[in-house]
């Protein structure tokens, strides 16, 4: 049994999403202590002895999972509660609800967008790499910028949109466009300088073979582009719904503020359920690309060195 892959592989988006369904279980973030620190020993134990635990390899791959939801891959260290993988679903739905729900005056949107980019915030905190760690004042400078964008641009979109007077649907898309526009600057910001250094690109065995810029721009594209198809589901459905269940004689007709988020809140954890694995594992974690893309230089050095090389890999990250 190899635990340090996924169980299901990686080939196929099916596999990787049945990866990170476990994965992002939102129930392990509820598990005790106990059974947190049970798993990991099952963990060490196995990859020391290779025993399996009582239970097989099915109780043995439960513990993988439960153990990398609630652990630092790089540090081992136990991760707090809001920052895991594992808190996406519950962090998301709660913190989303309140900005679908209180999204009309710019204080209220202030305050959802400053809640969800703190939210991120502290994701990237407690997720940040181990051997080389992001500084503090990257996250807070993102951080910042983020929430400014975001705000700015869901104020701006309510006043300077007739539109969105006109037809309360649209309206309710405005929380959306200011997730989606503080994705595209809060991801490039906290990963800004691998758009300097590159990241690492392997041959098809893993072999270093330098760093790569063009790289990196595509990596950062891809986990922009997921994080948003992350929160679409969700907050592009949910208004639609939403503004059916609000027209007169039906169920949600009338309710106030604090009921229609607590409705929101219900629906976009069902959509999250299932768009947090779906965005997560929408393309490998590991991608090709051709050698003739790259840095002149970096290019010349791969064909210099084996010339049968036609792509390489990099980690394109979460």
């Not at 106990?34 to 399996?52: C, G, P, R, V």
């Not at 949600?252 to 976009?268: D, E, F, N, P, V």
Request: proline content about 5%.
């Amino acid at each position: 049994v190899d635990i340090s892959k996924p169980r299901w592989g990686t080939d196929t988006f099916l596999s990787r999403y049945r990866h990170f369904f476990h994965l992002t279980d939102p129930s392990n973030c509820f598990k005790s202590t106990i059974q947190l620190d049970e798993a990991k020993q099952i963990i060490q134990t196995f990859k020391a002895n290779s025993i399996l635990p009582a239970g097989g390899e099915e109780r043995l791959w439960s513990a993988k999972y439960l153990h990398d939801s609630a652990f630092h891959p790089e540090t081992g260290d136990k991760q707090n509660v809001i920052g895991r993988m594992s808190f996406q679903v519950p962090g998301g739905m709660l913190i989303t609800g309140i900005l679908l729900a209180f999204y009309k005056s710019p204080l209220e949107i202030f305050l959802g967008q400053w809640l969800n980019q703190s939210f991120n915030a502290l994701v990237n905190f407690t997720n940040r790499s181990g051997d080389k760690p992001l500084p503090n004042s990257v996250i807070a400078a993102a951080y910042v910028t983020a929430t400014s964008f975001a705000t700015v641009t869901a104020i701006g979109m309510n006043k300077f949109l007739p539109v969105l007077s006109s037809n309360p649907l649209i309206g309710r898309f405005v929380p959306f466009t200011a997730v989606a526009a503080a994705n595209m600057v809060n991801i490039p910001l906290m990963r800004n300088q691998e758009f300097v250094d590159g990241i690492v690109v392997t041959d098809s065995e893993g072999n270093r073979m330098g760093t790569s810029r063009k790289a990196a721009k595509d990596a950062i594209g891809l986990v922009t582009f997921s994080r948003i198809c992350i929160a679409a589901p969700g907050m592009l459905f949910t208004p639609v719904i939403m503004q059916f269940l609000e027209k007169p004689g039906r169920i949600m007709h009338g309710a106030g503020k604090i009921k229609s988020c607590g409705i929101q809140t219900l629906l976009l954890g069902c959509f999250l359920i299932g768009a947090v694995p779906m965005g997560c594992g929408l393309f490998p974690q590991h991608m090709s690309i051709s050698v003739d893309r790259l840095e002149d230089d970096l290019a010349a050095r791969i064909r210099e060195k084996n010339g049968d090389v036609k792509y390489v890999y990099y980690n394109k990250g979460l």
